[in-house]
């Protein structure tokens, strides 16, 4: 692959949560951009929110995207180890004039916000306190000198297009509550200069940071990267996907889902791939930022559910037993249940392949056949495997349809024997179950069920 040094981009999670599905959407769109194009994907670990950050949430959200296989360029990098890069650009829009302190109190503020609300203008404060010594530290906040200046701020957004902004409408907007505790808007600016990242793509929920964000390049005279912000996943009644629709975090989906599956199904909710099933190698090759969907797509978890399913699939028994944590399953086991999940943790449906089953003896009856009728299937049954060397599909078969025949009576024969194997009602056909538990189960489980009686 060509190597083109000049792509740069990154995902910046907060560590106040697990990894979003929808910053799992943005991290792959990242990394398929990346490395579609020979650039670099970087992981910055947004935890300047002190309180609110966690150790646990970090690694979670590390595991999360190695478990995506999402693997980033270098160490990972934490915004809490450079408080001191910071503090050196704070104070030179400090000492510039470019940024100050705000004596305002929270009352003021407040008044202020009111009075705007009332007067249906948006919410924003203009300080009128600038001409205070501009060194005063400890009268507050620290905000960015914008005033209510006539400037446009536009950008060309590289999915939706020409998007502007008036500055005045920003107000002097708050960048850090002290020299070492920047916030996020100057934080990020700050550090994707530093990184020298090339593109910063991010959902379309923070695009109203975008002009913020300029306007703080601008300031720190930094050169702006190009913007592209991607549609959000929306939730089947159209509204913002939340905790109310269910999972919401990446790892949430672990135990039910394959990495390749939710990669699948991420990408394609917000592009238009060739086909359903890709490769990696594949989503790169097709890859191209520009031809990202402007609006959001619904997450369809029977979508999600059906290339959960093809994947499943394609399991070999190893595979399987990693993935499932099942290490008990035999080999020729993992196809019957392979063939009919949908969700891993739903194989735990399918324990009879590897367990005794449990039931209680009304399941062995057969419509309207007697205790006894069933009990002596059962004992032909039985009497048939004995006869066979190991069991195979098709000898087992048509020794059973032959009992079938001498009864007029298919149902008898084969539903105890289902239950004798299985203990349920529903699941693949005995004689399928019988090959795959072999003889010498088979012939213990259905034993088990004439001593029932
Ligand atoms: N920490 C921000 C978030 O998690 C990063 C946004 C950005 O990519 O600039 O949403």
Redesign the pocket.
Known sequence: MISNSSIKV?????PTGFLHIG?GQ?ALYNWLFAKKMGGKFYLRI?DTDRERSTKEYEESILGALRWLGLDWEGEVIRQSERTQLYRTALEKLLSEGKAFYCHHSQEELEAERQRQEFEKVPPRHECNHKDLPLGKEGGGIIRLNVGNSIQVISFEDQIKGHIEFKAGLLGDFSIARTVSDPL?NFA?VVD?AEMEISH?I??E??IS?TPKQILVYEALGLPIPLFAHLPLILAPDRTKLSKRHGAMAVVDYKKDYLPQAIVNFLGGLGYTFSKDLLSREEMIAEFDLSKVHKSGAIFDTKKLNWINCQYIKRLSPEEFRTVSGIQEISDSAVPLVTERLEKLSDAQEFAYLWQEPVYEKELLNWKTSSPEEVKNSLTQTLAVIEELENITDEALRSDLDKLSTATGNKGLVFWPLRVALSGKDKSPDPVQLAVVLGKKETLKRVHKAIEMF
């Open positions: 990154r995902i910046a999670p907060s910053t943005s947004e996020y990020a994707d910063v991010r959902g929920d923070h940071n």
